[in-house]
């Protein structure tokens, strides 16, 4: 199976919105509720950001927000801030695998 | 507080093998599925295995069936992942993490280096 679509980078002004994409198939993105956001930092483990598309685990600030439109899921970062520079990354159940997307790297100006 | 807490990383030669355990804590070990994921260096996330709370479904990923070992012990609250014919290409930092369809918690990773 093939990994998700994400493009690999974005980039924002302190402040503003930036909305990372997650393409998939029916067979992954489309066909289950299950997808999910991380957040990794250099050198450090990832963090889950958002989960079941839109869920946000609790202490993620809301400014995180996620959906989903056909095999399309995106991650919305509202009000960027600097700390908010790092990788993303979005999975997807499969069936008997899970699928993660070539990750994005969000670049705050 | 969940805490997954990984040891066994290191260098190995092409072919070799080597185990990595990870002690969990904080949760009920025997009902969460557990999963493997890697990242090569300067790469994106690999899922690799995943085993479920009473070890009865276990998956693989086509890249390391037959080759890699999934298995947990629950009197014991851990997580391990026998590798073997290792290659180059499975230079990366293997990450434990709780889940299945949704990865919440992750350790701290281990590094394994495959080279001669």
Same mark, same amino acid.
């Given at each position: 199976?093939?990994?998700?679509?994400?493009?690999?980078?974005?980039?924002?002004?302190?402040?503003?919105?930036?909305?990372?994409?997650?393409? *998939?198939?029916?067979?992954?993105?489309?066909?289950?509720?299950?997808?999910?956001?991380?957040?990794?930092?250099?050198?450090?483990?990832?963090?889950?950001?958002?989960?079941?598309?839109?869920?946000?685990?609790?202490?993620?600030?809301?400014?995180?927000?996620?959906?989903?439109?056909?095999?399309?899921?995106?991650?919305?970062?509202? *009000?960027?801030?600097?700390?908010?520079?790092?990788?993303?990354?979005?999975?997807?159940?499969?069936?008997?695998?899970?699928?993660?997307?070539? *990750?994005?790297?969000?670049?705050?100006? | 507080?969940?805490?997954?807490?990984?040891?066994?990383?290191?260098?190995?030669?092409?072919?070799?093998?080597?185990?990595?355990?990870?002690?969990?804590?904080?949760?009920?070990?025997?009902?969460?599925?557990?999963?493997?994921?890697?990242?090569?260096?300067?790469?994106?996330?690999?899922?690799?295995?995943?085993?479920?709370?009473?070890?009865?479904?276990?998956?693989?990923?086509?890249?390391?069936?037959?080759?890699?070992?999934?298995?947990?012990?629950?009197?014991?609250?851990?997580?391990?992942?026998?590798?073997?014919?290792?290659?180059?290409?499975?230079?990366?930092?293997?990450?434990?993490?709780?889940?299945?369809?949704?990865?919440?918690?992750?350790?701290?990773?281990?590094?394994?280096?495959?080279?001669?």
């Amino acid at each position: 199976q093939s990994a998700l679509t994400q493009p690999p980078s974005a980039s924002g002004s302190p402040g503003q919105s930036v909305t990372i994409s997650c393409s *998939g198939t029916s067979s992954d993105v489309g066909g289950y509720d299950y997808v999910s956001w991380y957040q990794q930092h250099p050198g450090k483990a990832p963090k889950l950001m958002i989960y079941e598309v839109i869920k946000r685990p609790s202490g993620v600030p809301d400014r995180f927000s996620g959906s989903k439109s056909g095999n399309t899921a995106s991650l919305t970062v509202s *009000g960027l801030q600097a700390d908010d520079e790092a990788d993303y990354y979005c999975s997807s159940y499969a069936g008997s695998s899970v699928l993660f997307g070539g *990750g994005t790297k969000l670049t705050v100006l | 507080e969940v805490q997954l807490v990984q040891s066994g990383g290191g260098l190995v030669q092409p072919g070799g093998s080597l185990r990595l355990s990870c002690a969990a804590s904080g949760f009920n070990f025997n009902i969460y599925s557990m999963t493997w994921v890697r990242q090569a260096p300067g790469k994106g996330l690999e899922w690799l295995s995943h085993i479920s709370g009473s070890s009865t479904n276990i998956y693989y990923a086509d890249s390391v069936k037959g080759r890699f070992t999934i298995s947990r012990d629950n009197t014991k609250n851990s997580l391990y992942l026998q590798l073997n014919s290792l290659r180059a290409e499975d230079t990366a930092v293997y990450y434990c993490v709780r889940g299945r369809s949704t990865i919440d918690y992750w350790g701290q990773g281990a590094l394994v280096t495959v080279s001669s």
